[in-house]
């Protein structure tokens, strides 16, 4: 079902309208919204310093990210670690880790992929500002 084939490669549609890739995986905490009382406090999007730079943002300030779908007000954490285009937000989060109760389900769309009929949930595009 890739038009394809398993291993073809798509060119990313970048959009200037939201350039910044979102991503959900999981971590040491969040696997899914089961555990998600393992998450302690509010939880943060992290940027990369660069990114963050051009947008005016500092470490801790409380953020915007959105897109045509929704958005979602939590804090920023300022890392090298991300690579420049990414934002980072773990997922199963629950309404109460975020400042308006909506996590990353929230911007991703609902289409498949293209590969199997999964969840589309680490393609989702967004920007990111200060709220």
Do not use: M
Not at 8 to 19: I, M, V
Request: charged share 25%; with cysteine.
């Amino acid at each position: 079902e890739a038009p394809l084939g398993l291993y073809g490669f798509q060119e990313e549609r970048p959009d200037s309208g939201f350039p910044l890739a979102l991503i959900s995986p999981a971590t040491d905490r969040t696997i899914s919204s089961t555990l998600g009382e393992l998450q302690h406090g509010p939880a943060a999007v992290e940027l990369n310093e660069a990114d963050a730079s051009q947008r005016g943002i500092s470490d801790g300030d409380s953020v915007r990210i959105w897109n045509e779908l929704g958005e979602v007000r939590c804090r920023a954490r300022l890392t090298p670690r991300i690579r420049p285009g990414v934002a980072f937000l773990p997922k199963g989060l629950w309404s109460h880790h975020t400042d308006n109760g909506n996590t990353a389900n929230a911007l991703v769309p609902d289409r498949l992929t293209d590969l199997g009929g999964g969840a589309c949930f680490n393609d989702a595009r967004v920007e990111v500002e200060k709220a």
